[in-house]
């Protein structure tokens, strides 16, 4: 599914990947006439009634999310003010040290992810579950993601603290009463383990590959919603 929805896998030869891309972007095309489509608009959000406390909080603190593929997630979140530093990666597996294609297998329980490092003193982790729900990813999706589909596709929140889990869980709660989204939200919220750094050219590709058309219908969409719906968060590169 992966080479379908115009995704490389890490080919190292040059020619090998440009030849992919070729056929990539002729059955993005495909795709589309049979009714796939770019990632969807930003989904309209209340603002989390539970939230850490900014006053309180002081250094930088991390969370692991999961909402298809990395790329996007990772790209969205570099774009956030407050975020030090995103990391594309893999979590919630039991395999150490796991490679891409590996993951992609779906056998080790690994999803891809983001680790997101952020100072909450400038955005609090409420908010960064308010983008990580509303143009970040569908949380409604279970176990795919638009066209990527697999457990290592899956929505969730590897909280790293007791209130992380407090105010996800809260949100989730507060987001299912309210109706939000006209499907059961499915983001499991599961503790931390461990994060594994994807390989090096993973990292920043919706940055480097702008005109890879998976990134095209896919990611730079979920980005441009970013800096529209959330002007006074969002921050160029």
């Not at 603190?61 to 407050?82: D, N, P, S």
């Not at 999706?141 to 809260?170: C, H, M, W």
Request: proline share 6%; hydrophobic share 40%; aromatic share 12%.
């Amino acid at each position: 599914m992966q080479l379908l929805a115009g995704r490389t896998g890490g080919m190292k030869v040059t020619r090998m990947l440009k030849f992919s891309l070729l056929i990539v972007a002729g059955l993005a095309v495909l795709l589309y006439s049979f009714g796939w489509k770019p990632a969807k608009g930003a989904t309209a959000l209340p603002d989390p009634k539970v939230d850490e406390s900014v006053v309180a909080a002081q250094g930088h603190e991390t969370v692991v999310l999961a909402g298809g593929c990395f790329w996007g997630i990772q790209a969205v979140f570099e774009h956030v003010k407050g975020v030090a530093k995103a990391t594309a990666g893999y979590s919630g597996g039991t395999v150490k040290n796991p490679e891409y294609e590996e993951v992609s297998s779906g056998t080790t329980g690994h999803a891809e992810s983001v680790e997101v490092v952020y100072d909450p003193s400038k955005i609090t982790f409420g908010q960064l579950l308010k983008i990580f729900f509303s143009v970040a990813h569908d949380p409604t999706e279970l176990n795919y993601q638009g066209p990527d589909v697999g457990t290592q596709y899956r929505s969730a929140i590897f909280f790293e603290t007791p209130e992380q889990e407090r105010i996800a869980k809260a949100y989730v709660a507060q987001l299912t009463d309210a109706h939000a989204f006209s499907s059961p939200i499915v983001t499991q919220v599961e503790p931390f383990k461990a994060f594994y750094r994807a390989e090096d050219y993973h990292q920043d590709y919706a940055e480097r590959n702008p005109e890879n058309p998976y990134i095209m219908m896919n990611d730079r969409p979920k980005v441009a919603n970013l800096k529209k719906e959330f002007p006074e968060l969002y921050v160029s590169r």
